[in-house]
Nanobody, 117 residues
Framework: QVQLVESGGGLVQPGGSLRLSCAAS????????MGWYRQAPGKQRELVAA?????????NYADSVKGRFTISRDNAKNTVYLQMNSLKPEDTAVYYC?????????WGQGTQVTVSS
């Protein structure tokens, strides 16, 4: 089992920044990639950004966040970060941390990000 604990959500004005953190614990040896998804009211959950834990740390971003969001990892702390800059109202959603394992995926509890003036 893998446990994921997210932090860093909140309320921010348009154009502002937030940094989300996701700390993994448990059977983390089975994890090969981690990422962030988000789900806005009435919409499907979508991938925001992902990073491979091995393989040189390759990253992948949704088109809507390219150039604004940056995903990074600290393997020593088993933590993945999502730096979100130039936030827009349409970024408002519950953000979920995801860990992809050899046999299954794991999810965090979600953290609310609200972008509003």
């Amino acid at each position: 089992q893998v446990q994921l604990v997210e932090s860093g959500g909140g309320l921010v004005q348009p154009g502002g920044s937030l940094r989300l953190s996701c700390a993994a614990s448990g059977s983390i040896f089975s994890i090969y990639a981690m990422g962030w998804y988000r789900q806005a009211p009435g919409k499907q959950r979508e991938l925001v950004a992902a990073i491979f834990i091995t393989s040189g740390g390759n990253t992948n971003y949704a088109d809507s966040v390219k150039g604004r969001f940056t995903i990074s990892r600290d393997n020593a702390k088993n933590t993945v970060y999502l730096q979100m800059n130039s936030l827009k109202p349409e970024d408002t959603a519950v953000y979920y941390c995801n860990a992809a394992g050899n046999r299954r995926a794991y999810w965090g509890q979600g953290t609310q990000v609200t972008v509003s003036s």
